[in-house]
């Protein structure tokens, strides 16, 4: 596989495929249920949204805004390259207010473990994409 641009729609079709052929998120998408959005301002395209959708025994993530959405969390593209890159931590970032961060907040930490698997997913596809 070749190098992937950080949210061009190879990366969204990329993560697509992984979070639907990830076992563990399969199996806690039976026990969890949750819809993330996430909108990346100012990037080379423009915004980017995407979503990860949980529940029902299914976990899919996609191009477009989650349907529900429990969260809504934007970012700038600096903001999300930063993060992406572990330049930049996530929680200080949050913190400071270059992360907003709207929705069920609980909801978010019922579905921790959802993002511990979703993390390895996103590892897997970090080591091929590119951020420029």
Do not use: C
Not at 38 to 44: M, R
């Amino acid at each position: 596989m070749g190098v992937i641009r950080y949210l061009s729609l190879e990366w969204l079709d990329a993560l697509t495929a992984e979070v639907a052929a990830n076992d563990a998120l399969q199996q806690l998408a039976a026990h969890h249920t949750i819809g993330v959005t996430q909108a990346v301002t100012d990037g080379p395209e423009g915004t980017v949204v995407y979503h990860l959708q949980v529940g029902d025994g299914t976990a899919s993530f996609g191009a477009g805004d989650a349907f529900p959405e429990d969260v809504r969390i934007e970012q700038t593209w600096a903001t999300a390259v930063g993060v992406a890159t572990g330049e930049l931590n996530a929680q200080e970032a949050f913190i400071k207010g270059r992360i907003l961060l709207t929705g069920s907040q609980q909801k978010l930490m019922e579905a921790q473990p959802v993002f511990g698997a979703l993390d390895a997913v996103f590892t897997s596809v970090r080591e091929r994409t590119e951020y420029r």
